[in-house]
């Protein structure tokens, strides 16, 4: 019981930390957001180079999948609350499990281990923690089941 309530817990505070970061830059809540997030996803996974073969062959070669955000280079947040909004952002997903993802953040340096479907899987976790404020480089050593 005391774990539902913390997945509840922790799915409420996602959201909520979700909601507050787009209506703070003024945009859309995720209610009335439209398939434009969809597009916009796709786009990223094909500019970060994390499209299924593309994931196939970082892991074929390295064994883990590494992507660097640039722009967010200068950004330091609190690396609790960078895990706590990518954590919820999995939540959030319906392709993705918070529960097989583990995150870890050391300085906007994060890393992913667990387990996920497939490789899409893996390039859509990646572009979601790449794509949180205070992320500057994204390591996963995540495993297809």
């Known amino acids: 019981m ?3 309530i913390f997945l509840l817990g922790l799915a409420i505070g996602g959201f909520a930390v979700h909601y507050y970061d787009h209506n703070e830059m003024g945009e859309t809540p995720i209610a009335t957001q439209s398939s434009n ?3 916009a996803l796709n786009d990223k996974l094909v500019q970060w180079h994390l ?3 593309d994931i196939k062959a970082d892991l074929a070669k390295t064994g883990e999948v590494v ?5 967010a280079a200068g950004d330091h947040l609190n690396d609790a609350r960078i895990v706590t909004v990518i954590k919820a952002k999995y939540v959030l997903d ?3 499990s918070a529960l097989d993802i583990h995150v870890e953040s050391q ?3 994060v890393t992913l281990t667990g387990q996920v479907a497939s490789a899409a ?3 859509k976790a990646v572009v979601l923690a790449l794509d949180t404020a205070g992320v500057h480089n994204v390591t996963a050593k995540l495993e297809t089941k």
């Not at 992507?67 to 722009?71: D, F, T």
């Open 2 to 4: 005391k774990f539902f």
């Open 37 to 39: 997030a969809h597009e």
């Open 51 to 53: 499209t299924s073969d």
């Open 67 to 71: 992507r660097e955000n640039s722009k």
């Open 94 to 96: 319906k392709d993705l």
């Open 107 to 109: 300085d906007g340096l």
């Open 121 to 123: 899987a893996i390039g």
